[in-house]
T-cell receptor, first 110, second 113 residues
Framework: TQLLEQSPQFLSIQEGENLTVYCNSS?????LQWYRQEPGEGPVLLVT?????EVKKLKRLTFQFGDARKDSSLHITAAQPGDTGLYLC??????????FGAGTTVTVRA | NAGVTQTPKFQVLKTGQSMTLQCAQD?????MSWYRQDPGMGLRLIHY???????DQGEVPNGYNVSRSTTEDFPLRLLSAAPSQTSVYFC????????????FGEGSRLTVL
């Protein structure tokens, strides 16, 4: 059973368009992270959010943590082909176990 | 700048064989973990360790053993390989946890026939 549900599973857009990826759970996270993974490599951390309602920006990427700390979203503005990859959300439900969602495969067409 | 090193990168086993996936990190991280990644299922935690001599189970521990005799190394043992263990395995380490940034190795692709 997946503790974290990500949607959509796949997303294909044209360069310059915007996109949003969602991460939801019925449980409360103590903190949540977003990772990006490219083929043949391990995931790389993009951001960590800790406080309910928190918004963090990383260039064209905006991350939001829900007020109740049960959901999060990743928004990419004016997507570029370099944004192509697998985006994974991950939540700490206790101190030591980081659980991942199934991921969203994003393809940005030039 | 080695970071997290996993070996081997590729391995093919027959059902019933045993093997060890090696993981080493040179960042003096106390926290290490093993995940498996399967299509459509993201990464699932197998085992983790918060320091030398301390290990605990994750979400999918059956069929796997770990030990942590040093801070640097965290090997994953498959006792009797099964086709269901065909997967890509990732080792990760972190300086701290909750929250802590996980640094991943490049993965080990295992096929069990």
């Amino acid at each position: 059973t997946q503790l974290l549900e990500q949607s959509p599973q796949f997303l294909s857009i044209q360069e310059g368009e915007n996109l949003t990826v969602y991460c939801n759970s019925s449980s409360v996270f103590s903190s949540l992270q977003w990772y990006r993974q490219e083929p043949g490599e391990g995931p790389v951390l993009l951001v960590t959010v800790v406080t309910g309602g928190e918004v963090k920006k990383l260039k064209r990427l905006t991350f939001q943590f829900g007020d109740a700390r049960k959901d999060s979203s990743l928004h990419i503005t004016a997507a570029q082909p370099g944004d192509t990859g697998l985006y994974l959300c991950a939540g700490f439900f206790n101190d030591y176990k980081l659980s991942f969602g199934a991921g969203t495969t994003v393809t940005v067409r030039a | 700048n080695a970071g997290v090193t996993q070996t081997p990168k590729f391995q093919v086993l027959k059902t019933g064989q045993s093997m060890t996936l090696q993981c080493a990190q040179d960042m003096n991280h106390e926290y290490m973990s093993w995940y498996r990644q399967d299509p459509g299922m993201g990464l699932r935690l197998i085992h983790y360790s918060v320091g030398a001599g301390i290990t605990d189970q994750g979400e999918v521990p059956n069929g796997y053993n770990v030990s942590r005799s040093t801070t640097e190394d965290f090997p994953l043992r498959l006792l009797s390989a099964a086709p269901s263990q065909t997967s890509v395995y990732f080792c990760a380490s972190s300086y701290s946890y909750n929250p802590g940034e996980l640094f991943f190795g490049e993965g080990s692709r295992l096929t069990v026939l």
